[in-house]
């Protein structure tokens, strides 16, 4: 007997596999994007970091109108010199052992960020200008705490001082035009990674 049937049942076979083998392609290629894989949970932590980071700075950088934001003034009233933390404040080098830094970015930075344990550093980028060449400057640290992880995040903003500013005399940055009032551009940077 001869069944005429059987090539289209070997089609359905042949289409139900096909089907099958593409649900488990597209399941498996799905199921690599939870967020329980080891890639996009480091990810995750990134995001919120850097959500953390700009949210510090721009709580810092608010000002009433008229008014210098706190983190305007700190950098105005910055010393030059470099911090580190030594546990329970941010101290400076040896040379100056009596010397600890205290502003409106160091509270904030101990209430946020030390408080999870997230390691950080504060460092800022002006302009420079010689010979009538402006460029920027190498960034220099305020405060450090090490290098940075391969999972750091960076985040930025930027201040523009005014001649009426009143930069501290001990502050290394320059005024890069004279003949107006601008004094200079200062990026701010914040570093921050898990230890």
Do not use: C
Not at 73 to 84: A, F, P, R, T, V
Not at 165 to 178: A, K, R, T, Y
């Amino acid at each position: 007997m001869f069944d005429e049937k059987a090539q289209l049942h070997t089609l359905e076979g042949i289409a139900a596999s096909v089907i099958l083998l593409l649900v488990i392609i597209y399941a498996i290629d799905a199921t690599s994007m939870t967020p329980l894989t080891a890639s996009t949970s480091s990810v995750h932590v990134e995001s919120e970091l850097q959500t953390l980071g700009q949210d510090i700075l721009n709580t810092l950088d608010y000002a009433e109108p008229g008014y210098n934001s706190k983190l305007k003034n700190d950098i105005i009233n910055w010393n030059g010199k470099e911090y580190l933390w030594n546990g329970s404040r941010y101290m400076a080098n040896a040379k100056y052992a009596q010397d600890n830094l205290t502003n409106n970015l160091t509270e904030l930075l101990n209430s946020t960020l030390i408080n999870r344990g997230i390691a950080h550093k504060v460092e800022v980028i002006y302009l420079i200008s010689s010979n009538n060449v402006i460029f920027t400057s190498s960034p220099d640290p305020i405060i450090y705490a090490g290098a940075p992880s391969d999972n750091a995040v960076m985040v930025s903003r930027k201040i523009v001082l005014q001649n009426t500013d009143n930069v501290s005399s001990f502050n290394p940055i320059d005024e890069i035009d004279p003949s107006t009032n601008l004094y200079n551009i200062v990026e701010v940077r914040l570093v921050m990674w898990r230890m």
